[in-house]
């Protein structure tokens, strides 16, 4: 009994020793003693390993300022995710507006993707006659008129500049908890508003549009009653 005694003494003051040892190394050693995370063996720096990975294409992303390239990420997804998506899931803008006015939840909620605050992000298409042309300020737009627009201010982004988040909240792939963090989210907001000016009114002068009949692919957001301004991704004189 006496041995069995000695032997569980000396079994615990093993374990106290060990963990006191630990605690040592712990403030000793700088770092974590085990790494939860993979390293970039060229950089040292924390690679991704959630979900979070997939803001560039499957390249891993890192904890660094400017590690990420939100231009060429949009470019990377342009045409496998982006396009496919406004084939799928962009809606006529006429019929869009007919639903808002007379069935608006039902309406929102079949083609909208919810951004929160009651608002919704649109993909849509159409037809229109330009009214107006104004490019007096870095928020250029173009007026469109339309018998089927409710009384509602249509109007498409000439650029440079846009205001919002319409076009990037309209893909429900690209949200907060894809990117590193909210800097990576906001930057891919801009790159594709970019983006889509620059392909929608390439080989086009847009001073020579008052009056012309154009066709339209984008994207907006929009409250109940207020007006619409379209972040174009498509355009096209038809007349």
Excluded: C
């Excluded at 006496?2 to 615990?12: K, P, V």
């Excluded at 950089?43 to 294409?57: P, Y």
């Excluded at 007026?143 to 429900?172: K, W």
């Excluded at 009056?211 to 355009?235: N, Q, R, Y």
């Amino acid at each position: 009994m006496a041995s069995t005694r000695l032997l569980g003494i000396r079994f615990l003051g093993s374990v106290v020793v060990a963990a006191v040892l630990l605690g040592v190394l712990a403030v000793a050693v700088t770092g974590p003693l085990i790494a939860v995370r993979s390293v970039d063996a060229k950089t040292g720096e924390v690679i991704l390993t959630d979900a979070r990975v997939v803001n560039a294409a499957g390249e891993h992303q890192k904890f660094a300022t400017g590690s990420f390239d939100s231009a060429k990420f949009v470019v990377s997804i342009w045409r496998p995710r982006i396009k496919p998506w406004i084939a799928d899931h962009a809606v006529d803008l006429s019929k869009l507006l007919t639903g808002l006015a007379e069935r608006g939840k039902q309406t929102k909620e079949q083609y909208g993707v919810a951004t929160g605050g009651g608002n919704y992000s649109f993909l849509v298409y159409g037809k229109a006659r330009v009214a107006d042309v104004d490019t007096s300020t870095p928020l250029g737009k173009l007026t469109l008129e339309g018998e089927s627009f409710h009384g509602r201010e249509v109007t498409l982004y000439v650029g440079p500049l846009v205001f919002g988040t319409a076009l990037r909240d309209a893909f429900p792939f690209l949200r907060l908890n894809s990117f590193t963090n909210q800097v990576q989210f906001a930057s891919v907001a801009k790159s594709l508003n970019d983006y889509a000016l620059k392909k929608a009114y390439d080989g086009i002068k847009v001073r020579g549009l008052n009056g012309a009949v154009v066709e339209f692919t984008g994207a907006f957001s929009t409250s109940a009653d207020g007006p619409i301004s379209i972040v174009p991704l498509k355009l096209k004189v038809v007349q």
